[in-house]
T-cell receptor, first 116, second 114 residues
Framework: AQSVTQLDSQVPVFEEAPVELRCNYS??????LFWYVQYPNQGLQLLLK??????LVKGINGFEAEFNKSQTSFHLRKPSVHISDTAEYFC??????????????FGQGTILTVHP | DTGVSQDPRHKITKRGQNVTFRCDPI?????LYWYRQTLGQGPEFLTY????????KSRLLSDRFSAERPKGSFSTLEIQRTEQGDSAMYLC????????????FGQGTRLTVV
């Protein structure tokens, strides 16, 4: 079984500041890793994914994440945030042995609030 | 490609009533997933289909819940004898197995049981 822990439930930052949202996972098998963003009363939008290869993954809207297998982490970063980045962010893992990335285990979410 | 569509977006029902939600996946996607998201939590997997076959069900899916995908296209999720604890956002997602793409989510159906 897999589990995901997002270490911060809320992260307040000022506009144009850098931000890091932390995610740790636990799994006895190889996993795929994802970050999704959710705006109020909306579904989930994929920001980025790690399947294999380079451990630094770049996504949409200037976000990037680094897979660290030894620390079982997949932290999300952005060098300069905008007001429009205010949303809830979810880290998720999927079983790498499967043939679909759709069945996922999610963390509890981190609410990012960007202040002017 | 209009994305994953869910209907209705919002549903308010009285405790004990039955409700049914619909999900239309992206047209060429053969896998369809249902998730439930309660306030302050991440989505939790409920069940998934490959074409019309229901391949896996979570323990969260009690016997009051039933999901179908009769022709391998749209899917329905029915909750019988709703309880206040069923209040949540129900999310549908789809993916294309052969291309091993990630799942694309719909905007969800928010259920409130009063």
């Amino acid at each position: 079984a897999q589990s995901v822990t997002q270490l911060d439930s809320q992260v307040p930052v000022f506009e144009e500041a850098p931000v890091e949202l932390r995610c740790n996972y636990s799994s006895s098998v190889s996993v795929y890793l994802f970050w999704y963003v959710q705006y109020p009363n909306q579904g989930l939008q994929l920001l980025l994914k790690y399947l294999s290869g380079s451990t630094l993954v770049k996504g949409i809207n200037g976000f990037e994440a680094e897979f660290n297998k030894s620390q079982t982490s997949f932290h999300l970063r952005k060098p300069s945030v905008h007001i429009s980045d205010t949303a809830e962010y979810f880290c998720a893992v999927g079983f790498a042995g499967g043939t679909s990335y759709g069945k996922l285990t999610f963390g509890q979410g981190t609410i990012l609030t960007v202040h002017p | 490609d209009t994305g994953v569509s869910q209907d209705p977006r919002h549903k308010i029902t009285k405790r004990g009533q039955n409700v049914t939600f619909r999900c239309d996946p992206i047209s060429e996607h053969n896998r369809l997933y249902w998730y439930r998201q309660t306030l302050g939590q991440g989505p939790e997997f409920l069940t998934y289909f490959q074409n019309e076959a229901q391949l896996e069900k979570s323990r969260l899916l009690s016997d009051r819940f039933s999901a179908e995908r009769p022709k391998g296209s749209f899917s329905t999720l029915e909750i019988q004898r709703t309880e206040q604890g069923d209040s949540a956002m129900y999310l549908c997602a789809s993916s294309f197995r052969e291309k091993n793409t990630e799942a694309f989510f719909g905007q969800g159906t928010r259920l409130t049981v009063v």
